[in-house]
């Protein structure tokens, strides 16, 4: 027998370093051919790591939330033969077989659950063990109130899937609402360690709040005749085009609107002090997902029709909520896009998605009575809550690029003009 060592490989991008996030083994166990062995973040992108060999895990190199550099020794695993703990080489299969994620689920996960769940006791771990889970897991966890140390995994080395959190639901007693005091003073504490994406979004966050110069500018529309306009086009085309939403047309208002302010589509690189202004309009749409907030890109927004820019937002959106988005379709933006729909308020200030230097955000949309010449009408009304680095943009500027959206959302036509 001998040792297959698994290197950090070099993921590309000049990245010298990565987060390890999750383990998906654990010493012992048995693994074969592309099993996916851990999870490591980078700056924009979770990255599985598969095994290139069969064998048993002897030593990890880490443990979760630990920055590894790049070269340094991730796994070791015995298998038949000699091994190469000699050479040991960066990673004996490329690095490019491994699928670029978001927090991807592994694979066992989507396989059919079982027709009958056998109940389970609660397992005894260590209150600082740390169960093996996806983070789409350990959401459903965090939702349903469920601690994972307490719950039995079927999944290799015991890992924790959906089907074993409903069989832990259904075997658990229901509690009394009725006999609970809710008045009664708690004393519980839970420590969150913040890797992974929480942590890369917090560090971008910061990031942004102190390199930039943080302005926000607000500005009401009238979006009464562009609803409108959407719910006509849906009703003719939507069977055979798809469905409308809001935002294909305010993608399409940028577009218009900085070919007149090619400053604000626009990167800024404050180390080499230089100002990139672009002319492809790559919008960046800021989408939730189970492991955080991602940007997937909607690249050349300027050449897509209403249609086009609707079905690539639509299909970013779902490859980012499912774990499939790569990392050049997460990089790349000059202009971000964000909107938290029905429940996004009335104002917001959105952050900087650095080197970018504008953030247009999109409030909801509510009927309120306006005065029109003299009278009182109700309208949809919906605020624009946008943000600029006024490192690079003033503040005179910001204000004529969102009139200029403004007068584009409630004259819906002049959006196709040319």
Same mark, same amino acid.
């Given at each position: ?10 993921? $590309? ?14 010493? $012992? ?7 996916? %062995? ?47 703990? #000699?050479? *040991? ?21 989507? #396989?059919? *659950? ?15 063990? !740390? ?15 469920? &601690? %994972?140390?307490?719950?039995? /995994?079927?999944? =290799? ?38 890797? /992974? ?12 709040? !102190? ?17 409108? %306009? ?5 009703? #003719? ?10 935002? =294909? ?9 900085? !070919?007149?302010?090619? &400053? ?60 499939? *988005? ?14 938290? /729909? ?30 029109? #010449? ?24 910001? *204000? &004529? ?9 409630? &004259? ?7």
């Amino acid at each position: 027998m001998g040792t297959h060592v698994i290197k950090m490989p070099d993921i $590309g991008e000049g990245i010298a370093e990565v987060e390890l996030s999750v383990w998906h083994v654990k010493v $012992g166990d048995m693994v074969v051919e592309d099993q996916v %062995l851990a999870d490591v973040m980078t700056d924009k992108a979770m990255v599985d790591i598969p095994s290139p060999v069969h064998g048993k895990v002897i030593a990890l190199g880490g443990e979760p939330g630990e920055v590894m550099a790049v070269g340094s020794i991730l796994i070791s695993i015995e298998v038949e033969g000699a091994g190469n703990a #000699k050479e *040991a080489p960066a990673v004996s299969e490329p690095v490019q077989a491994a699928a670029v994620v978001e927090a991807k689920p592994a694979p066992v996960e989507s #396989k059919p *659950a079982p027709a009958v769940i056998k109940a389970q006791a609660p397992v005894a771990r260590e209150a600082d063990e !740390r169960p093996l889970a996806s983070p789409a897991v350990r959401k459903h966890a965090l939702d349903a109130g469920i &601690q %994972l140390r307490l719950v039995q /995994g079927s999944g =290799p080395a015991g890992r924790i899937l959906h089907e074993d959190l409903e069989a832990y639901l259904q075997q658990r007693p229901a509690h009394n609402h009725s006999a609970a005091n809710p008045y009664a003073e708690r004393t519980s504490e839970e420590q969150i360690p913040v890797i /992974g994406m929480r942590r890369k979004i917090a560090q971008r966050m910061q990031d942004a709040t !102190r390199r930039a110069a943080h302005f926000s500018y607000v500005e009401e529309i009238d979006v009464t005749a562009l609803d409108e %306009l959407r719910v006509h086009l849906n009703e #003719k085309h939507g069977a055979t085009r798809g469905k409308l939403t809001l935002l =294909p047309f305010i993608v399409r208002a940028m577009v218009v609107a900085l !070919r007149d302010f090619p &400053q604000i589509n626009a990167r800024y690189d404050d180390e080499a002090q230089v100002i990139t202004r672009l002319g492809a309009v790559h919008v960046g749409v800021a989408t939730q997902s189970d492991v955080g907030l991602m940007v997937p890109v909607v690249r050349h927004a300027e050449a897509r029709s209403l249609w086009g820019n609707a079905e690539e937002i639509a299909r970013l959106a779902t490859a980012a909520r499912t774990g499939k *988005a790569s990392r050049d379709e997460l990089s790349g933006s000059t202009i971000t896009l964000t909107s938290l /729909g029905a429940l996004g308020g009335i104002v917001s200030t959105p952050v900087l998605n650095l080197p970018e230097v504008a953030i247009v955000g999109v409030n909801r949309i509510v009927e309120r009575p306006m005065v029109i #010449k003299g009278q009182i009408v109700v309208r949809k009304m919906m605020n624009l809550s946008s943000s600029f680095d006024h490192r690079v943009v003033d503040g005179m500027d910001a *204000a &004529q690029f969102i009139q200029a959206i403004r007068g584009l959302l409630e &004259q819906p036509a002049s959006l196709f003009l040319e």
